[in-house]
């Protein structure tokens, strides 16, 4: 079964709107964490936000939050006000286990975004 | 601040030959891990290293090797290239010690093997 699941290859938003990139994740450990990376054409991979397993709170950066529904174990990036430059690939991420235990990490497929002038 | 740095940034191997990856961590970073992205593809986990010893593997080809050394930088080495070796090798850092154990990705090195 798949780890991370993103079920939109590609998403269009017009620019200056929000929008959310879904992400939902599979795993049986109590302790987990989950990330978002932005992919722009030029190749880098972009650290965006974190959200830990047992985290209260969504966790926010910016114009990023994420919206933590652990019940249904889903982990949706949202994006405010949307500028140009965030047309690029977001890719979901998972750490299985506690932090300090130098996981790897097991990516989504990904999303493409592109932001519409 | 100072990120992730990977060297060579492209690389062009035809079949067969050898390949030597080169990843030098943030300041202050004890682990290292790699990861290869074929194109149109999602990042896949080789191996990574904690304070220079071995900690996880992922799906490495018997025909990669890597080490972290004493200055925490690490290489990968890859022999007997094949056609489906051309992808975008990352590498990247984190801190054990931090709450997030965020990992930090360099640039990549861009492999084409002909």
């Known amino acids: 079964a798949q780890k991370i699941t993103q079920t939109q290859p590609g998403m269009f938003v017009q620019e200056k709107e929000a929008v959310t990139l879904d992400c939902t994740y599979d795993?049986?450990?109590?302790?987990?964490?989950l990330f978002w990376y932005k992919q722009p054409s030029s190749g880098e991979m972009i650290f965006l936000i974190y959200?830990?397993?047992?985290?209260?709170q969504n966790a926010t950066e910016g114009r990023y939050s994420l919206n933590f529904q652990k019940a249904r174990k889903s982990a949706n990036l949202v994006i405010s006000a949307s500028q140009l430059g965030d047309s690029a690939m977001y890719f979901c991420a998972m750490r299985e286990g506690p932090s300090g235990s130098a996981r790897q990490l097991t990516f989504g497929s990904g999303t493409q975004l592109t932001v519409l002038p | 601040a100072a990120g992730v740095i990977q060297s060579p940034r492209h690389l062009i191997k035809e079949k067969r030959e050898t390949a030597t990856l080169k990843c030098y961590p943030i300041p202050r970073h004890d682990t290292v891990y790699w990861y290869q992205q074929g194109p149109g593809q999602d990042p896949q986990f080789l191996i990574s290293?904690?304070?220079?010893?071995?900690?996880d593997k992922g799906s490495i080809p018997d025909r990669f090797s890597a080490q972290q050394f004493s200055d925490y930088h690490s290489e990968l080495n890859m022999s007997s290239l094949e056609l489906g070796d051309s992808a975008l090798y990352f590498c990247?850092?984190?801190?054990?010690?931090?709450?997030?154990?965020?990992?930090?990705f360099g640039p990549g090195t861009r492999l084409l093997v002909l």
């Open positions: 959200q830990g397993s047992y985290d209260q």
């Open positions: 290293f904690y304070e220079k010893m071995q900690s």
């Open positions: 990247a850092s984190s801190s054990l010690t931090s709450r997030l154990e965020t990992q930090y």
């Open positions: 795993t049986s450990d109590p302790s987990y964490g």
